[in-house]
């Protein structure tokens, strides 16, 4: 991939418009999770450093185009990133049409963008009135590098020039690292409750990895293809079909998708529910299936100690009840201590990383939901594209 980056240019006294990452959980007018904040730092205190006039937007929420609202605004945000620089950070609500000012080495948070009426929809106008804000588009946030909108897509192809910000460049070096040019073998874990969510993923897997790990409900779907009695587990079973088509197609090229051999099952779904080790072959009618035994587990971690590389998208078990995580926790541990390059991704995945406190030991882990998951298809990302376009012309 050839985009330019933030580090190629000279930067002081320019207008620097960066399109952020900031959608954060906020409670009582109160972030309550700073992690996206502070991943977004890096970039804006290089432009703040080089003496930049630095404008910060990122959108939070779902709010109605047009309409501005108290509980969707920028302001504890605001707040948390003032508190970050030990400065002043001005938060600018109507901006779209300019009539504020910057002065060299300062910066101002521009009142959430979807706020703005064309953002979504990517409207010409509305991209083109972003652009004449800036000498210099920097695109940080790869959490919507995947839709084409107003702050993602249009001020890029507009402002005089755009370029990847330090966590963008970051995030698509350790992808492509990790899926365009990986070392070998390559295995992903791929959890989840259902194969229809993630069926697109599985399939591009499918062509590029050794070993394709299936976990969670997703896993049931392709034990029950292979002739195992699921009981009451979560199941697609009109999926077996396909769950099958893709054990055959990496057989053939000397790939495998390694199925548990024991398993650990439960009555009902609850918290208090005790945990019965058994073997894949001899799950009853009304278990349900809600981790992988310890033999299964083990093959897994062995897996994953010989990979060259691991991505790893969603827990093999129900791990919110302990009973239930133990599977999850060995692999944890197995990406923790291998020598392999890893990429994790995904809400669920890197809150396992954080209960097993393994969040230092992993390469790299993507801030990502859908981007992370849409490049694991192997589909072109709108903001990416864009600065590559722009790269060339």
Known sequence: MKFKRLTDFALQGKRVFIRADLNVPVKDGKVTSDARITASMPTIEHCLKAGARVMVTSHLGRPEEG?????????????????KLGRPVRLVRDWIDGGFDVAPGEIV??????????????????AKKYAALCDLFVMDAFGTAHRAEGTTYGIAQFAPAACAGLLVAEELEALSKALLNP?????????????STK????????????????????????????????GKSL??????PTAQALMDKMRERGASIPLAADVVCGKQFDAAEPAVLKNADAVADDDMIFDIGPNSAQELADIIMKAGTVVWNGPVGVFEFDQFGDGTKKIAAAIAATKAFTLAGGGDTIA??????????????????????????????????????????
Not at 111 to 125: I, P
Not at 235 to 240: M, N, P, S, V
């Open 109 to 126: 948070l521009l009142e959430n963008c979807r706020f703005n009426k064309g953002e979504k929809k990517n409207v010409e106008a509305t």
């Open 67 to 83: 309409v501005f609202t108290e509980e969707n605004s920028l302001q504890p945000v605001a707040d948390v990133m003032a508190a």
């Open 183 to 195: 070392a070998r073998p390559m295995v992903a874990i791929v959890g989840g409750s259902k194969v």
């Open 199 to 230: 069926l697109t993923v599985l399939e591009s897997l499918a062509e590029k990895v050794d070993q394709l790990v299936v976990g969670g409900g997703i896993a049931n779907t392709f034990l029950k293809a292979a002739g195992k009695n699921v």
């Open 352 to 393: 396992a990383i954080q209960k097993y406190d393994i969040y230092d030991k992993v390469s790299y882990i993507s801030t990502a939901g859908g981007a992370f998951l849409e490049f694991l298809e192997g589909k072109t990302l709108p903001a990416v594209a864009i600065l590559e376009e722009r790269a060339r012309g």
């Open 235 to 240: 199941c697609e079973h009109d999926l077996t």
